[in-house]
Every structure is written in C-alpha cells, then in structure tokens.
C-alpha cells in the first residue's frame, strides 16, 4: 500500500509533528510506502497533483482542519484515489460530521485499516469555488472576513467581530430559483450546507446529508442574540435551532440572487463579494475512506 500525507503544517496552530512521527513508526512497522506532501500556501494546487501523477497513491491521508480537508478532495476530483481524514485543524467540523475517531492516531489506524470507501458529495459555487461542509451569506461571513484579517487568534478575537457583525446586521432580500421554483425571503443570512454543524458544533441544519447527492439552503430571518452570542462561543444542541426563525430548502442545484454583491465564505475561507450564486451538488465527487461509525453510511 502507498500512501500519500496531504499536510497543512500551519491549520490551527496545531503542531502535527507529533502525529507524523508516530504514523512514519506505523508505516515502516507493517511494510507501508509513504510520501508527505506539505502545503507552503504557493502553487499548493499544481504542485500536488504532479505528486499524485508521479507517485499513484493507493490512499490520501488529509491530516489538518477542514480546509485541508476541502483542498485534498478538490485536487481528488475525477481520480478514484480514496482519501482519509486526521482531525488537526482550529476547525474539524467534517471530521466530527463523518465519526472520524479524535484522536489522530486512531484515525490514522482506521484510514489504513478499512476497506469501506463511502461516495462524499462536494458543493460546487459558480462553476469553480467549491464547499465540502458549510458556507454562508450575511452575519457569519463577516466575522470570518474579520477574524482571518486579525494577527490575533482565539475566542476573544472571535468574541470581538461576532459582537461588531451583530451590531450592524441588516436583513437583506434573496431570490432562490429552484425546485421548479422561484422564492422570495428577507433574512440576515444564507446558509449553504452539505452537513449540520459548524466546526464550533453550532447547529445550522438538522437535515444535513454530505453523502445523499443534495444540499441544503438554510435562511435565517432574524436573530435572537442572546442565544447566537452563546451559539458563538460555544458549542451546545440541537436546540439552538428552535429560537430561531429559519427556512430550510433541501436540492441538487439553485441559483441565489441577491440586490446587491454579498460576502461568501466557504469552509472559512473568504471567497468574495457575489451578486448571483450559483450552486451545484457534485453528487458523490470524492472517495471517503470511513467506517462504520459513519452515521450517513
């Protein structure tokens, strides 16, 4: 078997020395091929598949947050190479979506170990920026515009944008063709998900499936702010969701108008300001190795 270490070294400030050391170990104690591959943040894209095209791995471990998780599978597309994922992100919300176990080294020990390989579905957002978890229009793509803006780092700094974006949030209106269908609404933000909860484990929508071939579109109205300043700061249940006031929309595919350009943020990386979106599920585009602690199998 020939593995390839897909490594963001700086996702979370988390330092995955540690896990790389003791996952060489294993390899070299039962017989594993393995390369490492680590993302300087410079040509990230290119350079990782001339790598996949010279080295033909058997399995990619992803070992970062969410959005390592979102760029191994992007640069997956259109092979049949599995890929595992090593929870070591600030964010590692797909992992807990999928039951990959937390401690690194027992996913690592599952990612070479199963022979269960699910069909995990990806968002795609005008025909080239792509989702793997949760996206947004409105309140929550403008704390993440300030967070990432910041030197600093924590839930202070957090604290700080969330509290500034909900002092200045106005609903603003949204067109939503789909279904067979053109709807009206008015809210403070769109929610494009592919699973349920953010990485803090905030709720958004209970429907979430990331390997059903559809997505969801969630609007949330108004805000109760005493309960989504708590929703920020920590992570708490399902209940959240009955203080607000929300629709949900589930399908394969919708095109968003807004009357004016918005922020959209995918997987926690600010894309840009968008006028018209236009969403498409890629129905089972990446090859997920999971175990039967997945819920969605």
Known sequence: MRLLFVVNPISGGVNKEPFLKEAKSICKNYGLEFKIFTTTGVNDNEELSKVLKRYHPNKVVSVGGDGTTLFTAINLLNTEIPMGIIPLGSANGMAVELGVPQKPIEAFKDIIMSNIIGDLDL??????HYCIHIGDVGINATIVDGYEKDANRGMATYAKYFVDALSKTEPFKIEIECNNEVQHYEGVMLGICNARKYGTGVPLSLEGNPMDGLFEIVIIEKINANVLI????????????????????????????????????????????????????????????????????
């Open 123 to 128: 968002i795609c957002v005008n025909k080239k």
């Open 230 to 297: 708590k929703a920020g700061l920590s992570s708490f249940d399902e209940n959240f969701l009955d203080s607000q006031n929300q629709t949900l929309i589930t399908t394969s595919k919708a095109i968003v108008h807004f009357t004016e350009p918005r922020l959209l943020q995918l997987d926690g990386e600010i894309i840009g300001d968008f006028k018209t979106l236009e969403i498409k599920m890629l129905k089972g585009a990446v090859k997920l190795i999971t175990t039967k602690c997945n819920v969605y199998l």
